[in-house]
């Protein structure tokens, strides 16, 4: 059933790749492939079945990815959670002659929520999958018992408690004992390791502080990234300057970081296909920008950058660039015949990167002399080598003619197009072979 049909429940933005459209300050806990939702007293709440569960510090995210539609449960209405169990599990009788395929033979967890207005319901979270049930149960009552959703950013450093005013260091105050014989020598040993476990707690403690600081200002630079979104397509008679400052700002924001990135911790088996839907999402703008194609090595280090320090392997970036042929996202993983492999979108056309290249062979410099893939790269604004695999794509389209110096490579345009095959020595007084002989006879 389709979350659209559970209006009982308020419902919850989904991205374009499909994945769960987090607030500000959530994070993904834990994810179950396949539950659903079912109340235990009231008949006329519609149960939600083959869902996606995603379990966050705020909420839990029932996605139902056929239909790309979800409906979210606050942890702040759950009331008290029960452990997870099977309905006849008490009874082996009944056990052993039931359907192994029937409800009663999965995991349930009984949920007391509180909904408006004043009323309780009973609902059952039933997991239809291979999953560790106590796990997901232990990081749910943790998310319910931390209520993230109600903590706001501390004013005070976090790095530990404020001295007091004028009060002197303990090390001064404290009497320093004469190092006398066996003892004493084993008393100064012992002060020593109590100072360096003491020095390495109060590291720790200011690494704490400086990463919750860091995911803060990662908030913080998501929600100005935001703003300024908004603000750019509510103006549009702001100047081109204002606008390049505007755009300067967001590139910055957006290369602070992904607020909570996925992880083999939180998504267990679906890991790769979380991941590629989450590297779907991110690569969209940054593929704007490039023109619609980068290649994979640049998009594994913005997307390592972005995720600060949950770094992935090439291996799972590949992987999960592979999974894009089974879901519907606007990019794809594309290899040329030269064995390189980049990202573009799926709008991308071949077709108009090769107007711009012959548009840039027909000039006079280029008929002469050619054109380098640092040429093209300027005009298309890529990478030299991105360029270089469009120049030689262009050559297999029978566009471009290639000559290999120790200089490296130049393209030509291909003339043997405009060559009469009956009468080769005809010069016509018009097209690219007349144009490239007027500009050799005017270079002599």
Same mark, same amino acid.
Request: with cysteine; charged share 20%.
């Given at each position: 059933?389709?979350?659209?049909?559970?209006?009982?429940?308020?419902?919850?933005?989904?991205?374009?790749s499909g994945r769960p459209v987090l607030s500000a300050g959530e994070v993904e806990?834990?994810?179950?492939?396949?539950?659903?939702?079912?109340?235990?007293?009231?008949?006329?709440?519609?149960?939600?079945?083959? /869902?996606?569960?995603?379990?966050?510090?705020?909420?839990?995210?029932?996605?139902?990815?056929?239909?790309?539609?979800?409906?979210?449960?606050?942890?702040?209405?759950?009331?008290?959670?029960y452990p997870p169990h099977r309905r006849h599990s008490h009874n082996p009788l009944?056990?052993?002659?039931?359907?192994?395929?029937?409800?009663?033979?999965?995991?349930?967890?009984?949920?007391?929520?509180?909904?408006?207005?004043?009323?309780?319901?009973?609902?059952?979270?039933?997991?239809? /999958? !291979?999953?560790?049930?106590?796990?997901?149960?232990?990081? &749910?009552?943790?998310?319910?018992?931390?209520?993230?959703?109600?903590?706001?950013?501390?004013?005070?450093?976090?790095?530990?408690?404020?001295?007091?005013?004028?009060?002197?260091?303990?090390?001064?105050?404290?009497?320093?004992? =004469?190092?006398?014989?066996?003892?004493?020598?084993?008393?100064?040993?012992?002060?020593?390791?109590?100072?360096?476990?003491?020095?390495?707690?109060?590291?720790?403690?200011?690494?704490?502080?400086?990463?919750?600081?860091?995911?803060?200002?990662?908030?913080?630079?998501?929600?100005?990234?935001?703003?300024?979104?908004?603000?750019?397509?509510?103006?549009?008679?702001?100047?081109? #300057?204002?606008? *390049?400052?505007?755009?300067?700002?967001?590139?910055?924001?957006?290369?602070?970081?992904?607020?909570?990135?996925?992880?083999?911790? @939180?998504? *267990? $088996?679906?890991?790769?296909?979380?991941?590629?839907?989450? &590297? +779907?999402?991110?690569?969209?703008?940054?593929?704007?920008? $490039? *023109? %619609?194609?980068? +290649?994979?090595?640049?998009?594994? /280090?913005?997307?390592?950058?972005?995720? %600060?320090?949950?770094?992935?392997? =090439?291996?799972?970036?590949?992987? +999960? /660039?592979?999974?894009?042929?089974?879901?519907?996202?606007?990019?794809?993983?594309?290899?040329?015949?030269? %064995?390189?492999?980049?990202?573009?979108? !799926?709008?991308?056309?071949?077709?108009?990167?090769?107007?711009?290249?012959?548009?840039?062979?027909? !000039?006079?410099?280029?008929?002469?002399? %050619?054109?380098?893939?640092?040429?093209?790269?300027?005009? &298309?604004?890529?990478?030299? $080598?991105? $360029?270089? #695999?469009?120049?030689?794509?262009?050559?297999?389209?029978?566009?471009?003619?290639?000559?290999?110096?120790?200089?490296?490579?130049?393209?030509?345009?291909?003339?043997?197009?405009?060559?009469?095959?009956?009468?080769?020595? @005809?010069? !016509?007084?018009? *097209?690219?072979?007349?144009?490239?002989?007027?500009?050799?006879?005017?270079?002599?």
């Amino acid at each position: 059933m389709s979350a659209a049909a559970a209006d009982w429940l308020p419902s919850a933005s989904v991205t374009a790749s499909g994945r769960p459209v987090l607030s500000a300050g959530e994070v993904e806990r834990n994810l179950l492939p396949l539950a659903d939702l079912e109340p235990e007293e009231n008949p006329r709440l519609a149960p939600l079945r083959g /869902c996606l569960l995603a379990l966050t510090s705020h909420r839990l995210i029932f996605l139902h990815e056929p239909s790309r539609s979800a409906r979210g449960l606050p942890l702040a209405a759950v009331v008290h959670a029960y452990p997870p169990h099977r309905r006849h599990s008490h009874n082996p009788l009944r056990s052993i002659f039931s359907s192994s395929s029937s409800s009663s033979q999965h995991h349930r967890i009984r949920l007391q929520i509180s909904m408006p207005p004043a009323r309780s319901e009973v609902v059952a979270i039933v997991v239809t /999958c !291979k999953a560790d049930v106590d796990i997901f149960f232990g990081r &749910l009552l943790e998310a319910i018992r931390a209520r993230a959703w109600e903590m706001t950013p501390a004013a005070a450093p976090a790095s530990g408690a404020p001295v007091a005013e004028g009060a002197a260091p303990a090390e001064d105050t404290a009497i320093r004992m =004469p190092v006398v014989g066996v003892s004493g020598i084993l008393r100064m040993e012992q002060e020593s390791w109590e100072s360096a476990g003491q020095n390495l707690q109060d590291a720790f403690q200011d690494l704490n502080a400086l990463m919750s600081k860091a995911k803060e200002m990662m908030q913080l630079a998501e929600k100005m990234r935001l703003k300024l979104l908004t603000n750019s397509s509510t103006e549009p008679n702001s100047n081109d #300057e204002e606008m *390049g400052s505007k755009q300067d700002m967001q590139d910055l924001l957006l290369s602070v970081g992904i607020v909570s990135p996925v992880t083999k911790e @939180t998504a *267990g $088996a679906l890991y790769h296909q979380q991941l590629s839907l989450q &590297l +779907a999402d991110f690569v969209r703008i940054p593929l704007d920008k $490039a *023109g %619609g194609m980068m +290649a994979l090595v640049d998009v594994y /280090c913005l997307f390592n950058r972005a995720r %600060g320090t949950e770094l992935i392997s =090439p291996e799972d970036l590949l992987q +999960a /660039c592979s999974l894009w042929e089974k879901v519907d996202v606007p990019v794809m993983l594309r290899k040329f015949d030269s %064995g390189v492999k980049v990202i573009q979108t !799926k709008t991308h056309s071949d077709e108009e990167v090769f107007a711009r290249i012959l548009s840039l062979a027909q !000039k006079p410099d280029a008929l002469q002399k %050619g054109i380098s893939p640092s040429d093209a790269a300027f005009t &298309l604004g890529i990478a030299p $080598a991105l $360029a270089k #695999e469009h120049l030689l794509n262009a050559e297999n389209k029978g566009l471009l003619c290639r000559d290999v110096s120790p200089d490296g490579f130049r393209f030509f345009i291909n003339l043997f197009n405009d060559i009469d095959d009956q009468n080769i020595y @005809t010069q !016509k007084p018009h *097209g690219l072979y007349h144009a490239w002989i007027s500009v050799s006879v005017a270079s002599q």
